[in-house]
């Protein structure tokens, strides 16, 4: 099922990436869990138009607009994203030196599991700030940032 998750993750953040574009986006046929206990809809459909997500339902019950851009997910399952809430984002700045590519990936590795929000509980604070800045922005893909601020260290024994 990580697998199927973390598809859906991908194709979910590749639909955000078209939301300039004005038409509706519908993944149809997912098997859809709602996160807050309901029934798990076996064939549903997810709606997006622009950067929300318009209607989520069955098959039967949302109307798909004409002309909608569809993505067949079939076999698949589509879930609220997860909320990581204790992770320290590679921290501090070092300069230019900084591995920015390394980052990003790591921003993608969470983002493929289906994490879409992390509180990061300890960092470098003009790095985490701009960090979520960016990401708020959409210079930056990754999930959404909360913050602590800066590590509380104790002294060496």
């Known amino acids: 099922m990580s697998r199927t998750c973390a598809w859906l993750a991908v194709f979910v953040c590749w639909a955000w990436s078209l939301a300039a574009q004005p038409s509706a986006i519908a993944i149809l046929h997912a098997r859809i869990i709602d996160g807050r206990g309901g029934p798990v809809i076996p064939d549903g459909v997810v709606l997006i138009r622009g950067k929300r997500i318009e209607a989520v339902g069955?098959?039967?019950t949302v109307a798909v607009p004409a002309g909608a851009q569809t993505i067949d997910a079939a076999g698949k399952t589509a879930m609220p994203g997860l909320a990581d809430m204790h992770v320290h984002l590679m921290g501090g700045w070092g300069g230019p030196g900084d591995d920015m590519?390394?980052?990003q990936r790591y921003l993608n590795a969470l983002l493929y599991a289906g994490v879409t929000t992390v509180l990061d509980t300890g960092n470098v604070q003009p790095y985490i700030l701009q960090?979520?800045?960016e990401v708020?922005?959409?210079r930056l893909l990754g999930p959404r940032v909360y913050c602590a601020g800066f590590l509380i260290r104790a002294?060496?024994?």
């Open 136 to 138: 708020a922005a959409g």
């Open 101 to 103: 590519l390394g980052f």
């Open 155 to 157: 002294p060496p024994n």
């Open 58 to 60: 069955a098959t039967s």
């Open 131 to 133: 960090i979520r800045q």
